[in-house]
């Protein structure tokens, strides 16, 4: 069974309203709600008081209604009484600011009273509904990653450093506090990046996003382990936010959650939307371990866009939700089930619109059931690629800086653009860390891999010489996890495996161009770059190499040692892919987005036609949308979506 729903708020609505929610759940095919995310003043109207009356009835209607539940802990949203009650516990800016309640996410995570009041409320819930029948998953808080740069949070970030550095010296040396006279001789001296006079010390500052991360996993932990305590087999989770939000370091996340869950909202509309839905979904799976993943929550219709919000035109809805199962999703969420009549979020999209059930996103909402229904057989099934990208949030972070000699050094720019080329070339990529087993990978690319330290560059070396295929792009490899340069010649960490040797950077104005050989553009970046074993592939006007490839014991090891214009930057990764031996399967069509879901007995390809016309591809089995069998060719209508079963691996389908 394939997961479908949404967020669901009847407190937030008179209950004449609920049972016309359970009548449209029943005829959209609803199975999942997900309760209670930013209940907790209801939930605990006065701190140690609970009220739960409205809780229980819910989960039982719910529950006679056939709607399993995802039980949220409120933590995202503290009542008011908590602030007055724990004023210290409010989140500060890095300028001093305290803010407080009237919007959600009023809290630090490292305030002691924050994160004792929201372990007592998780706890209570787990005793309350541990054994409830229509809880299926546990969905602890909401998207985390808020910061805060208050004292508590100073003491806890202190504590983190002297978990990592044992000492101050070792911490002066990994910060570089040599420089500007920032050399600490007492704890109580180090603080978190607040604001200062000019430039932050980047190593602090990386330190502070990594300790961010482990603080909020802590946070996180105690409250599933609060639910846990009621109910060990319990399956819980958070969302995570992926593309644009970027507090977490998910791989190190990923260990925690009993399943990834993420949310996708669109900020682009045709064919970049798809390509970025691919994106998340793509890392979705990889920060799951290739297992089945949960999209928790994307919007029925509106995609922000800049100043305005913009409607997905019909058939869209459907043909986002397919791409995430596609990817490997077995469950299909929205936010939210009833469009609000008031508060923050009044223009967001909602499964039941302001309309009401007569609506156009109603109907699409209705038929989005009906095909999931359809769709059961795939769940449990995986998505296989040969292909993966390295995602490094400490590069990301790394990068997320003033400090470095071009601000168009951008991390997920880069990471988007190497998806996007396989994405329209038809193939279907894994992210992984730098540091993992990339011996399942034909073809591995490293964009923007600024942070490398040394395990993990060892790491990159030893997959190409056992046979395997990297690209590797400017800026990587460029420092250790102190950031701290690698020295004779960039880049450091890289330079044998790539048998380059770089003196100098020449980044380029924006708008800046360089003719390379073969017709090829540069743009944004140049090197100043000697071959030692690497053999040129594009060359500068002056002759030297701008794109290499270098053998390296049994593989290849390519370096792109600057911005390519796109039809280069697409030709290039196609002949890297060739020779590593990767590719789509068949020839892709233009704006035709093909994935296979692989099962035991047999696979599934998704067909998800994002153009204008009919389109027709290659395809043997049975259509399960339209329960039809297909020999042979297979035509998706304009903006249409096909689930064909085909056998698993070559052999005959199987029913
Ligand atoms: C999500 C959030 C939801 C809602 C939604 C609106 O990021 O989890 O609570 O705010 O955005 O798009």
């Known amino acids: 069974m394939l997961r479908y729903g949404g967020d669901y708020n009847p407190e937030q609505w008179p ?37 739960f009356g409205w809780l229980d009835d819910t989960l039982d209607r719910l529950h006679s209604n056939g709607v399993g539940v995802v039980l949220a802990t409120p933590t995202a949203s503290p009542p008011p009484w908590f602030t007055l009650a724990y004023p210290e516990a409010m989140p500060v800016t890095p300028d001093g600011v305290r803010r407080t309640h009237g919007s959600r996410d009023t809290y630090c995570a490292a305030a002691p009273a924050y994160r004792d009041a929201a372990r007592r409320i998780a706890a209570a819930l787990a005793e309350r509904y541990a054994e409830h029948p229509a809880v299926w998953l546990w969905h602890v808080h909401n998207e985390y990653g808020t910061l805060c740069w208050c004292d508590a949070t100073a003491e806890a970030f202190r504590r983190w450093l002297r978990a990592r550095y044992g ?11 040599a420089f500007w006279s920032q050399r600490y001789s ?36 105690e409250q599933a382990d609060a639910i846990r305590a009621v109910r060990p087999d319990a399956t819980v989770t958070t969302n995570f936010m992926v593309p644009e939000y970027q507090n977490l370091d998910f791989w190190s996340w990923s260990s925690d959650v009993d399943i990834v869950a993420i949310d996708h909202y669109l900020t682009d509309r045709g064919i970049a ?29 509106t995609i922000s866009a800049g100043d305005r919000s913009l409607t997905k035109p019909p058939g869209q809805m459907l043909r986002d939700s397919l791409a995430h199962v596609a990817r490997g999703a077995d ?69 997320d800086s003033p400090i470095l000699p071009s601000s168009a050094l951008r991390y997920l720019p880069a990471l988007r653009a190497a998806h996007r080329t396989l994405w329209t070339d038809g193939v279907t990529a894994d992210f992984v860390a730098a540091g993992a ?11 923007a891999l600024y942070v490398l330290p040394d395990a993990a560059a060892a790491n990159l070396s030893s997959y190409v010489e056992r046979g395997g295929h990297l690209a590797v792009w400017y800026f990587s490899g460029i420092v250790d996890e102190n950031l701290h340069v690698r020295l004779g010649g960039y880049p450091g960490a890289l330079r044998d495996l790539l048998g380059v040797r770089v003196e100098e950077f020449h980044p380029l104005a924006e708008g800046e161009t360089v003719a390379l050989s073969g017709g090829a553009t540069a743009h944004t970046w140049t090197e100043d770059l000697r071959t030692t074993t690497a053999e040129p592939v594009l060359a500068y006007p002056d002759g030297s190499a701008a794109v290499t490839r270098n053998r390296y014991g049994a593989g290849t090891a390519w370096y792109v040692s600057c911005g390519l214009d796109d039809t280069s930057y697409a030709s290039l990764l196609g002949e890297i892919r060739r020779r590593a031996g990767t590719g789509p399967e068949g020839e892709p069509t233009p704006g035709v987005e093909v994935v296979r879901r692989n099962g035991k007995r047999n696979d599934w390809l998704f067909v998800l036609n994002h153009t204008g016309a009919p389109a027709t591809v290659p395809a043997t089995g049975h259509e399960l949308i339209t329960d039809r069998p297909v020999t042979g060719t297979l035509t998706v209508p304009a903006g249409g979506v096909a689930v064909v079963r085909v056998g698993a691996d070559g052999t005959p389908t199987r029913t």
């Open 15 to 51: 209950p004449g309203t609920w049972a016309e929610d359970d009548e449209l759940m029943r005829r959209a095919r609803v199975n999942s709600a997900t309760v209670g995310v930013f209940s907790w003043s209801l939930l605990e109207p006065e701190e140690g008081r609970y009220s």
């Open 437 to 447: 087993d990339l011996s399942g990978y034909k073809l591995v690319l490293a964009p």
């Open 186 to 221: 007492d704890w109580a001296q180090v603080l978190p990046p607040r604001a200062t006079q000019w430039r932050h010390n980047p190593t602090q500052s990386l330190d502070f996003r990594r300790f961010w991360s482990d603080e909020l996993r802590a946070a996180y932990r």
């Open 331 to 399: 469950a299909v969420q929205f936010f939210q089930w009833r469009a609000s009549r008031y508060g923050a979020e009044t223009w967001h999209a909602a499964m039941v619109p302001h309309a009401g059930a007569d609506s156009r996103v109603y109907r699409e909402v209705v038929r989005l059931g009906e095909v999931l229904d359809r769709l059961g057989e795939v769940a449990g099934s995986t998505v296989r690629a040969d292909t993966a990208i390295v995602w490094d949030a400490d590069s990301w972070w790394g990068l």
């Open 273 to 301: 939307g798809a390509a970025d839905t691919a994106f998340g979904a793509d890392r979705a799976r990889s920060f799951n371990g290739g297992r089945p993943w949960l999209l928790m929550e994307q919007a029925t219709s």
């Open 167 to 177: 000492g101050l010296g070792a911490l002066n040396d990994a910060w570089g506090t």
